[in-house]
């Protein structure tokens, strides 16, 4: 996975591009790019990772 994170030059938007590859489970790499409002001040959220659900895109494989 590479990520990259860069500000507009305006300063009020932040861009995001990835992509991911792994030849072993996806046919071709995956990108994307987003578009962000630029908020520093702003609380990040918790985030509940549920290493269930994630098994059902793993190919069959579990996680632990």
């Given at each position: 996975l590479i990520e990259?994170?860069?500000l507009?030059?305006?300063g009020r938007?932040?861009?995001v591009d990835f992509?991911?590859?792994d030849p072993?489970?996806?046919a071709e790499p995956?990108?994307?790019r987003r578009e962000l409002l630029y908020?520093?001040?702003?609380p990040t959220p918790a985030f509940a990772c549920d290493p269930t659900s994630t098994t059902e895109f793993m190919?069959?494989?579990t996680i632990g």
């Open positions: 990259r994170y860069a507009t030059d305006d938007r932040m861009t992509v991911l590859e072993e489970h996806l995956i990108t994307h908020a520093p001040e702003a190919d069959g494989q």
